[in-house]
């Protein structure tokens, strides 16, 4: 089956602290990888996306997201926590054949200590 | 270039009444999608077309209905809301091809009573 697992419902760090998000898929081919962030009563923003490219992958903001074919796992990371960072964060999995699935992860929510 | 546009942004209807959700994008994408978030459910598909004039459906289809009759145009019906169809609508439309993400529009909140 294929299935997109976060890890951490919420996730809280300090202001200036550094920032990861676990996400783990499970998939019999090689996927596409997305993280999309949605802030407060908004919609979703792309962040990152992995494309059987280089296996560290940067986006906006300062985050970055490493695939790790051994652990089936594409972790969201970010050296140092901003206030305007807290959102909720989406990992998301697209798969190669049919109609191209796509599944999303349940969703993590970040809150931002100052 | 807009993107995805929804329409409406927000709507409450009546246990009973229909309404039909619109979704625009003018980015000459081939996929298009429906999707409901709820609380801690993530975003859950409705039903999805890959092509003018194709529907199909997704995980959570029952009491909804969708047509394409444009490519630009991605249409998500209720014929009779029920209050569990409260919830936060998102379209969404990609390119062919699993390299690329999707785009979403705004969103729509719709409230059931």
């Known amino acids: 089956a294929q299935s997109v697992t976060q890890l951490d419902s919420h996730v809280s760090v300090s202001e200036g602290t550094p920032v990861l998000l676990r996400c783990n898929y499970s998939?019999?081919?090689?996927?596409?990888l997305f993280w999309y962030v949605q802030h407060p009563n908004k919609g979703l923003q792309l962040l990152l996306k992995y494309t059987s490219a280089a296996t560290l992958v940067k986006g906006i903001n300062g985050f970055e997201a490493e695939f790790k074919k051994s652990e089936t796992s594409f972790h969201l990371t970010k050296p140092s926590a901003h206030m305007s960072d807290a959102a909720e964060y989406f990992c998301?999995?697209?798969?190669?054949?049919?109609?191209?699935?796509?599944?999303f992860g349940t969703g993590t929510k970040l809150q931002v200590i100052p | 270039n807009a993107g995805v546009t929804q329409t409406p942004k927000f709507r409450v209807l009546k246990t009973g009444q229909s309404m039909t959700l619109l979704c625009a994008q003018d980015m000459n994408h081939e996929y298009m999608y429906w999707y409901r978030q709820d609380p801690g459910m993530g975003l859950r598909l409705i039903h999805y077309?890959?092509?003018?004039?194709?529907?199909a459906k997704g995980e959570v289809p029952d009491g909804y209905n969708v047509s394409r009759l444009k490519k630009q145009n991605f249409l998500l019906g209720l014929e009779s809301a029920a209050p569990s169809q409260t919830s936060v609508y998102f379209c969404?439309?990609?390119?062919?091809?699993?390299?690329?993400?999707?785009?979403f529009g705004p969103g729509t909140r719709l409230t059931v009573t």
């Open positions: 969404a439309s990609s390119p062919s091809g699993t390299s690329y993400e999707q785009y």
């Open positions: 998301v999995v697209r798969y190669s054949g049919g109609y191209q699935k796509v599944t």
């Open positions: 998939s019999s081919y090689s996927p596409s």
């Open positions: 077309s890959v092509g003018e004039g194709t529907t």
